[in-house]
């Protein structure tokens, strides 16, 4: 079956630091890949998507691209800021279902100034 | 982007008693919605999807007249929970589909059974 396995958290960084959250996943097929980003008290935000291999999915300074060969999307940012603080989850979706997608498990990132 | 909400955002009742959710799509219409649950640490996981106008299909494992599942309109779903237990403390959140790879999500209703 379809599934996303992504680093458990916490992960804690100093501002400006790098951040790569790793996330791979099982499919069968062609899915889609999403990151969502979940803010202290709201709901899942799409942060970016690739629907294709190769495609790399970029917004707010994070970027992920879609590794068909090693069924990998992780996601990377060069400087974060305390305002990235938030729960990241990865997520997929196949054709042929009607959106609803398979998360992993989220990985919470906190930023210290 | 576009807004999906629910109500209420927090909610506690009595074991046995039953409790409604709503998720409201606020500013497009949504033929499917869907229900997760997340619990503590854990992935969202999904209960069922709801269709406009039809039933819902659950998930195995979800208990569908335990979960009952609305979608009367084309901007409004509810999730009732019956004959609610403690194990049923949970974290719901619903979202919306407003096209492809277009899903919008409510910031979720924490259910308390006591």
């Known amino acids: 079956g379809n599934s996303v396995t992504q680093m458990e958290g916490p992960v804690t960084l100093s501002e400006e630091a790098f951040l790569t959250i790793n996330c791979t996943y099982t499919?069968?097929?062609?899915?889609?890949l999403f990151w969502y980003v979940q803010y202290p008290g709201e709901g899942l935000q799409l942060l970016l998507k690739a629907t294709k291999a190769d495609d790399k999915g970029s917004n707010k300074g994070f970027e992920a691209t879609y590794r068909k060969e090693t069924t990998s999307f992780h996601l990377e940012k060069g400087s974060v800021q305390v305002s990235d603080s938030a729960v990241y989850f990865c997520a997929l979706s196949w054709r042929g279902s009607q959106g609803n997608l398979i998360f992993g498990k989220g990985t919470k990132l906190s930023v210290k100034p | 982007g576009a807004v999906v909400s629910q109500h209420p955002s927090w909610v506690i009742c009595k074991s046995g008693t039953s409790v409604k959710i709503e998720c409201r799509s606020l500013d497009f219409q949504a033929t499917t919605m869907f229900w997760y649950r997340q619990f503590p640490k854990q992935s969202l996981m999904l209960m069922a999807t709801s269709n406009e106008g039809s039933k819902a299909t659950y998930e195995q494992g979800v208990e569908k007249d335990k979960f009952l599942i609305n979608h009367a309109s084309l901007t409004l779903s509810t999730l009732t929970v019956t004959s609610a237990h403690p194990e049923d403390s949970s974290f719901y959140i619903c979202?919306?589909?407003?096209?492809?790879?277009?899903?919008?999500f409510g910031p979720g209703t924490r259910l308390t059974v006591t």
């Open positions: 499919a069968t097929g062609y899915p889609s």
């Open positions: 979202s919306a589909v407003a096209g492809p790879y277009e899903q919008y």
